[in-house]
Nanobody
Framework: QVQVVESGGGLVQPGGSLRLSCAASGSVQRIDDMGWYRQAPGKQRELVATITREGDTHFGHSVKGRFTISRDDSKNTATLQMNSLTAEDTAVYYC???????????????WGPGTQVTVSS
């Protein structure tokens, strides 16, 4: 089994910064893409940022220039650095890691339970 857990959410003032981390544990042989998504109340889940194993990144339009994503494959972690936060960034943030459990296995996507980010004064 594979578990994905996010951490680092909380309350932050507008204009502030927050760093989210996501770790995969369990039977992890190799991780392909890692990504962050978010869902605000009454809205659909949307892409925030993804990063490939080669380090190529992709960002949602609303976070470009403010958020960065990185990964540490030695620790099976993905980190989302969020700067210049606004109330529109308030959402539950979910991490997704595309994992295979053995060298001959297929890759599957595993999601964390989410972490709440609230931007408010």
């Amino acid at each position: 089994q594979v578990q994905v857990v996010e951490s680092g959410g909380g309350l932050v003032q507008p204009g502030g910064s927050l760093r989210l981390s996501c770790a995969a544990s369990g039977s992890v042989q190799r991780i392909d893409d890692m990504g962050w998504y978010r869902q605000a109340p009454g809205k659909q889940r949307e892409l925030v940022a993804t990063i490939t194993r080669e380090g190529d990144t992709h960002f949602g339009h609303s976070v470009k220039g403010r958020f960065t994503i990185s990964r540490d494959d030695s620790k099976n972690t993905a980190t989302l650095q969020m700067n210049s936060l606004t109330a529109e960034d308030t959402a539950v943030y979910y991490c997704k890691q595309t994992v295979r459990q053995c060298s001959w296995c297929e890759y599957y996507a595993y999601w964390g339970p989410g972490t709440q980010v609230t931007v408010s004064s």
